[in-house]
């Protein structure tokens, strides 16, 4: 089935529904706007736990993990009642799902996999990029970029359907990738939001878009419209935050000038709302979020000279705390639990703040003390978001060690390198949790079933999930990786490389 993009889709790619009803056909809808663990299990063998550890945990902080988790639910609860009423509640529809939490609240799920790996619903082709799916209202969106002459090229926005992986819609939009370090697509997730989606291209282009349709409802585009200068920075990465909905605005990090290195425009008509913070140096590639503290809601804006936190509503300044982030490498999301917000960056470590909660004022509570990626403190994570839970930290470091660290002083209590197999630099991998369970999906395109605990690392199950395509930077033991963060909706995974996008069941059910 050929599109006016020249894309054609194999029969795989349209499969029938799963409950035997035949599949109405579409119209595709196109529109162009120029320590190892000694042992461990692998696929349903039964688990073990066996995990280095530096210190054993201390035994009198109950009450703190009590406190903990009754903060952890009650965060949760708070992020569903503030999502979009038409979204439903095991959709995907943003960066690591509703309200960026990384969760995944689904249950009936297997609880091992097979021998012979998860069951493909389908698969479909795409081209390159690092961006993350979304999933919402029964469609899968996504966004890529393919060169035509050096660095200038196409990139494209498109949407699946979540049943059968039939491509409804393609937009797309001129990009010259000229200078972007990593030139490997789009970096951002689709932001879905009822009858729109927003999509953020790697050089600044800015599009709202129809989920039905495609339809260009309004862009913006970065350098044009805000003047920025990708190449007066010392890290050119591209844009990769995710814009983020906060009732009727959408609040991007644009990086322009003057005083826009935040903008919040209007959803519906892309005008420029309120603007904050000058941007003369690195705007890095912080996702934005909004954590309720102090008696506010309030916006963490995290660049590599500092953390800010505004008022989303009309952009006022709540307060500021300096932290100085070498490379610009503001990856992984800030975590709150409760009074604490976490941060993690590959140089430079860790800082854990203190949330007053009597009015929007933050304090440190400890930081590392190192800024090597090599000889590190605490977690010196690079692309993956961390999780706290019961009053300890679980990420994976610079070097792909999965460390645990209590979360009230910032010491560490074990590490062990079995999640991402190697001590390589930047070795990762992206973790969710499901109920008592972490997912982890690192970038050699396997994912794990694991529990963490401050016991240890206890591995459940792993499988190959999708070949790594993107080229590694300096990761000299691979030739590529996977640094993509998948979907996590229905009793499915939904993830990608430079070559095709996948949809995987993670129903028991279809195991039976």
């Known amino acids: 089935m050929p599109t006016s993009t020249g894309i054609s889709l194999p029969p795989s790619a349209r499969p029938t529904r799963r409950d035997g009803a035949s599949t109405k056909r579409r119209r595709i809808s196109t529109c162009r706007s120029v320590t190892r663990t000694t042992a461990w299990s692998r696929r349903g063998q039964t688990s073990r736990r066996s995990t280095r550890n530096w210190k054993a945990a201390d035994p009198g902080e109950e009450d703190i993990?009590?406190?903990?988790?009754?903060?952890?639910?009650?965060?949760?609860?708070?992020?569903?009642?503030?999502?979009?009423?038409?979204?439903?509640?095991?959709?995907?529809?943003?960066?690591?799902?509703?309200?960026?939490?990384?969760e995944w609240r689904e249950t009936g799920l297997i609880e091992s996999f097979p021998a012979e790996g998860l069951k493909a619903r389908w698969r479909a082709p795409i081209k390159a990029g690092f961006a993350g799916p979304s999933v919402a209202d029964g469609r899968v969106f996504a966004s890529d970029w393919e060169p035509t002459n050096g660095m200038r090229g196409t990139e494209r926005a498109l949407a699946f359907d979540e049943a059968t992986g039939e491509l409804l819609w393609v937009q797309e939009w001129d990009a010259d990738y000229a200078g972007i370090q990593w030139e490997t697509g789009p970096g951002a997730t689709p932001t879905v939001d009822g009858d729109r989606v927003y999509v953020l291209g790697r050089t600044g282009v800015l599009s709202a878009l129809r989920v039905d349709t495609g339809e260009l409802l309004w862009r913006r585009n970065y350098?044009?419209?805000?003047?920025?200068?990708?190449?007066?920075?010392?890290?050119?990465?591209?844009?990769?935050?995710?814009?983020?909905?906060?009732?009727?605005?959408?609040?991007?990090?644009?990086?322009?000038?003057?005083?826009?290195r935040v903008v919040a425009f209007d959803k519906m008509t892309g005008e420029e709302v309120w603007r904050a913070l000058p941007s003369e140096e690195d705007l890095g590639v912080a996702q934005p979020i909004i954590v309720e503290a102090g008696g506010a809601r309030q916006l963490i804006v995290w660049n590599p000279e500092e953390v800010a936190s505004l008022n989303p509503v009309t952009g006022e300044i709540y307060w500021r705390q300096p932290y100085i982030v070498g490379g610009a490498m503001t990856v992984a999301v800030p975590v709150q639990v409760g009074a604490q917000l976490f941060f993690t960056t590959f140089y430079d470590g860790?800082?854990?703040?203190?949330?007053?909660?009597?009015?929007?004022?933050?304090?440190?509570?400890?930081?590392?003390?190192?800024?090597?990626?090599?000889?590190?403190?605490?977690?010196?994570?690079?692309?993956?978001?961390?999780?706290?839970?019961?009053?300890?930290?679980?990420?994976?470091?610079?070097?792909?060690?999965?460390?645990?660290?209590?979360?009230?002083?910032?010491?560490?209590?074990?590490?062990?390198?079995?999640?991402?197999?190697?001590?390589?630099?930047?070795?990762?991998?992206?973790?969710?949790?499901?109920?008592?369970?972490?997912?982890?999906?690192?970038?050699?395109?396997?994912?794990?079933?694991a529990r963490l605990s401050p016991e240890g690392y206890e591995e459940v199950s792993r499988t190959k999930l999708i070949a790594p395509t993107s080229p590694p930077g300096n990761r000299r033991e691979l030739r590529f990786v996977n640094w993509v963060h998948p979907a996590y909706a229905n009793r499915h995974i939904y993830t990608r490389n430079d070559e095709e996008i996948v949809a995987f069941s993670m129903d028991a059910a279809d195991y039976e």
């Not at 406190?67 to 609860?77: D, E, P, Q, T, V």
Request: proline letters at 3%; aromatic letters at 10%; glycine letters at 14%.
């Open 65 to 102: 993990m009590t406190m903990w988790r009754a903060a952890a639910a009650i965060g949760g609860l708070l992020a569903l009642a503030g999502g979009a009423a038409d979204i439903r509640a095991d959709d995907w529809p943003e960066f690591r799902g509703e309200g960026r939490l990384g």
């Open 223 to 260: 350098g044009e419209d805000y003047a920025v200068d990708r190449m007066q920075w010392g890290f050119d990465w591209g844009f990769a935050s995710a814009p983020l909905v906060d009732g009727d605005r959408l609040i991007c990090f644009v990086g322009g000038e003057p005083d826009a």
């Open 350 to 449: 860790p800082m854990m703040l203190t949330l007053n909660q009597d009015r929007p004022e933050a304090t440190v509570a400890w930081k590392g003390t190192s800024n090597s990626e090599i000889r590190t403190d605490g977690l010196h994570a690079v692309l993956a978001t961390p999780i706290i839970d019961g009053g300890y930290i679980y990420g994976i470091c610079s070097y792909g060690q999965l460390r645990c660290l209590n979360a009230t002083t910032g010491e560490r209590i074990w590490e062990t390198q079995e999640a991402t197999v190697e001590r390589r630099r930047w070795a990762s991998g992206y973790m969710v949790r499901n109920g008592d369970r972490v997912l982890i999906n690192n970038d050699r395109g396997e994912l794990i079933i």
